[in-house]
T-cell receptor
């Protein structure tokens, strides 16, 4: 399977704990995105990387959230001191657009976080 | 920033009928408008997209139209089938940003056999 893979698929944690999600993009894709999706809503943009550089961050990405993409390959999204409001599906996507364009985003199946 | 409104939130049609979902956007600088289909427990999957230099695009039973003046775009599905049942999201590139998409809240389409 050469699609976007995310791990873990499900995570249940207690409020105040830290959690980390991993995303492995399609290998030749240079852009990697993180989105958050709550029930009945569309995906909300969190941040994106061009290779290893984090180029854009949403205001939704509070200082408890940090994302990295070392070496421009896989990415991690860490949430520190989780709150119940962090419960959501965290989606990763990757793309390889042409210069100056927005291309198709290929989404993974998401990591569902439940904060008790 | 960009804001995308989508309606209806739910749509039920009989198999073989057509379905239309409409979206409006706010930022005239947005230039890329994809539509995604999301099935239960899966990530969204692109079904069709259109760029601002084109007014209409068709792919088999699916078509998208774009009216830049009115800032709205629509998804048309003809000859619907039960497997078309899913949640559909429209999206717009965030102004001129190449970095991210702003999604609508989704339309749950149910196709009754």
């Amino acid at each position: 399977d050469t699609g976007v893979s995310q791990d873990p698929r499900h995570k249940i944690t207690k409020r105040g704990q830290n959690v980390t999600f991993r995303c492995d993009p399609i290998s030749e894709h240079n852009r990697l995105y993180w989105y958050r999706q709550t029930l009945g809503q569309g995906p909300e943009f969190l941040t994106y990387f061009q290779n290893e550089a984090q180029l854009e961050k949403s205001r939704l990405l509070s200082d408890r959230f940090s994302a990295e993409r070392p070496k421009g390959s896989f990415s991690t999204l860490e949430i520190q001191r989780t709150e119940q409001g962090d419960s959501a599906m965290y989606l990763c996507a990757s793309s390889s657009p042409g210069l100056g364009t927005t291309g198709e985003l290929f989404f993974g199946e998401g990591s569902r976080l439940t904060v008790l | 920033g960009e804001n995308v409104e989508q309606h209806p939130s739910t749509l039920s049609v009989q198999e073989g009928d057509s379905a239309v979902i409409k979206c409006t956007y706010s930022d005239s600088a947005s230039n890329y408008f994809p539509w995604y289909k999301q099935e239960l427990g899966k990530g969204p999957q692109l079904i069709i997209d259109i760029r601002s230099n084109v007014g209409e695009k068709k792919d088999q039973r699916i078509a998208v139209t774009l009216n830049k003046t009115a800032k709205h775009f629509s998804l048309h599905i003809t000859e619907t089938q039960p497997e078309d049942s899913a949640v559909y999201f429209c999206a717009a590139s965030n102004g001129g940003s190449q970095g991210n998409l702003i999604f609508g809240k989704g339309t749950k389409l149910s196709v009754k056999p």
